[in-house]
C-alpha cells in the first residue's frame, strides 16, 4: 500500500512538470539559459586634440556631432546613434547573445552629408541573454584646428570708396561662442589677400585698422574648431556706422570655413550715410 502511495506521488511530480513547459524556476529546464531573450550594451568614448593630448568637447568638432556603434557577428548585427556630447549611451534594441566585433564612428554633417571624421575599432564583446554589457571606453584622436576666410560687404559700390559705404577705418573682434564658460576672446591676426595683416587680438578694445574693400579676404590659416560669434564694426570717421554679429563654427581636421559678412548700416547713428 505504501508502495503505491509513492508511486503515484512520483507520477503526480512528473505531471506537474511537463505541464509548466519548463518556464518556472526549478523546473526541468532550470540553468538553461533562455536563448531567444537578447541582450544590449553601454558604450563610452571621449575626444582628445591629436597635436595636444588634451581634451575637446564635441562642440568643438561640431555641435550635432554623432558617434555610432556597429556591432557584428556570422548572424544578424546591429547599430546605434548617440549624440557625441553625451559621452555614452545605451543601446535601444537588444541583440542575439553572441560574439560581435566593435567599430565607433565619430559622424559630422558637412555640406548636407555625413561624414566620418575618425573610426576606432573595439574589443570584440559578448552580448548576454538578459544583461546589459558594458563596452570598454574608447578614444577618438582628431585635429581640432581649422581655418577662417571672410569677406566684408558694406555695399554694392565698395566698402571704402567715397561712392560706396565710405568707410574709413575697420575693427573686428573673434570671441568662442560655445555658451556659458566658453565665451573667451580668440586673439587673431588676419591676412588681407591684398598684402599685409589685419590686427584682431584684443577684444575688449579692438584696434581700428584701414578699411577692407569688398574684393579683399581675410584669412587665418589655423585657429581652434568650434563655434564663434565675430564683430564687426565699420566706422566713418569717429562714427560707428556698419556692423556685423554673426556666428559660425570653425570646423576641424584643418578645414577651411568661408563666410561673406554682410555689414548692417546704423542708420539712425549721427553723420552716417
Not at 19 to 39: E, K, L, R
Not at 46 to 63: F, K, L, M, W
Not at 77 to 93: H, N, T, V
Request: charged share 15%; aromatic share 6%.
Amino acid at each position: 500500500m505504501l508502495y503505491r502511495v509513492f508511486l503515484l506521488a512520483g507520477l503526480l511530480g512528473l505531471a506537474s512538470s511537463a505541464g509548466c513547459g519548463g518556464c518556472s524556476p526549478g523546473g526541468f529546464d532550470a540553468g538553461v539559459p533562455d536563448t531567444t531573450i537578447g541582450g544590449t550594451f553601454t558604450a563610452a568614448w571621449s575626444v582628445v586634440d591629436e597635436t595636444t593630448g588634451q581634451p575637446v568637447s564635441c562642440d568643438r568638432i561640431d555641435p550635432n556631432a554623432r558617434v555610432n556603434v556597429d556591432l557584428t557577428s556570422a548572424g544578424p548585427g546591429g547599430s546605434e546613434s548617440f549624440s557625441c556630447k553625451s559621452l555614452q549611451g545605451m543601446a535601444s534594441s537588444a541583440l542575439p547573445p553572441g560574439r560581435y566585433t566593435v567599430r565607433y564612428q565619430l559622424d559630422i554633417q558637412e555640406g548636407g552629408k555625413t561624414v566620418t571624421v575618425t573610426s576606432v575599432a573595439g574589443p570584440s564583446v559578448t552580448i548576454v541573454s538578459g544583461q546589459d554589457v558594458k563596452l570598454d571606453p574608447v578614444t577618438f584622436r582628431v585635429n581640432a584646428t581649422g581655418g577662417l576666410q571672410l569677406t566684408l560687404r558694406a555695399g554694392s559700390s565698395g566698402n571704402c570708396a567715397v561712392t560706396g559705404a565710405g568707410i574709413t577705418g575697420l575693427s573686428i573682434s573673434l570671441a568662442h561662442d560655445g555658451g556659458p564658460g566658453d565665451t573667451a576672446c580668440e586673439p587673431v591676426v588676419f591676412v588681407r589677400s591684398s598684402g599685409g595683416t589685419f590686427d584682431a587680438g584684443n577684444c575688449s578694445s579692438p584696434p581700428v585698422q584701414t578699411c577692407v574693400d569688398a574684393d579683399v579676404t581675410l584669412t587665418v590659416a589655423s585657429l581652434p574648431s568650434g563655434p564663434y560669434q565675430i564683430h564687426v564694426l565699420g566706422r566713418k570717421l569717429a562714427n560707428v556706422c556698419w556692423t556685423n554679429n554673426d556666428s559660425f563654427t570653425v570646423p576641424a581636421q584643418g578645414k577651411t570655413v568661408t563666410r561673406m559678412l554682410n555689414l548692417a548700416l546704423e542708420s539712425e547713428t549721427p553723420n552716417c550715410p
